[in-house]
């Protein structure tokens, strides 16, 4: 564990604008434990679309219809040897390409793997354009899109890391089997959480997004987030700091 006051760490992972936004005085320097690992195999790590909810509470927005499409935050993980996208966001092929080279110079068939959170559709709309890659998710959410018979391809059953490097974490609660992913980068610890965690308003007012099949659980995986993570990486959301 590397130690750098809260200062610094805003500043190294975000720039001004962010610590600004997040409200912190100049001299604020509470020292926080960063919890990743400063060797690691990945090599760099990218949003590729920031996603958004059909309806926020935090808007102002009832929760009893939708009031605009929602896509998801779609990320990719690199390493020597591999490009691996987690949540294939956008039904599009040819939007999907554009935001992919746009964020990362890289073609469709270069993403050599896929990892699928769960089975809600919106964190599968792209799903189909990455013929090429090799498609995971944990084995219960890849046991029941196989059994949905929507693809000619298998989803196989992801085991406890992808690549050595990236640890697969159940997160369950948003549904009974939800997977998150874990690596770190830079001494930071990035967690890739899915919809576990919906939007930073959600994580900072400590509320569930509307659609949460089990509160207790979901209640779980927050505080296990917090634990694990200095930089989340929400379903609908841009990354943000853990600074609790
Ligand atoms: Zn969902």
Request: aromatic share 10%; net charge neutral.
């Amino acid at each position: 564990m590397n130690k750098i006051n809260r200062r610094k760490f805003v500043y190294s992972v975000a720039g001004v604008t962010v610590m600004s936004s997040l409200g912190f005085a100049a001299n604020n320097s509470k020292e926080i434990k960063l919890k990743g690992k400063e060797s690691s195999l990945i090599k760099h790590w990218d949003v590729i679309t920031i996603g958004n909810l059909s309806r926020n509470r935090y808007w102002g927005e009832s929760y009893e219809k939708p009031l605009r499409g929602a896509i998801c935050t779609c990320t990719v993980i690199s390493g020597e040897q591999f490009h691996l996208l987690v949540d294939p966001s956008l039904e599009d092929l040819n939007s999907m390409a554009t935001e992919l080279d746009r964020r990362t110079g890289l073609a469709i068939d270069e993403i050599d793997t896929v990892f699928i959170t769960h089975q809600h559709g919106d964190h599968l709309y792209g799903l189909k354009h990455f013929v090429k890659a090799k498609w995971y998710a944990g084995a219960e959410v890849a046991a029941a899109i196989n059994k949905s018979g929507k693809y000619e391809k298998q989803i196989e059953p992801a085991g406890k890391t992808l690549f050595g490097e990236i640890d697969v974490i159940k997160t369950f609660g948003h549904t009974p089997d939800h997977y998150g992913l874990r690596f770190d980068h830079n001494g930071y610890s990035v967690m890739i959480a899915g919809d576990s965690v919906a939007t930073l308003d959600y994580w900072n007012g400590g509320q569930m997004y509307y659609n949460v099949m089990d509160m207790t659980e979901s209640t779980r995986t927050l505080d296990m987030i917090r634990s694990i993570a200095d930089i989340i990486v929400p379903g609908h959301d841009n990354y943000f700091l853990n600074l609790k």
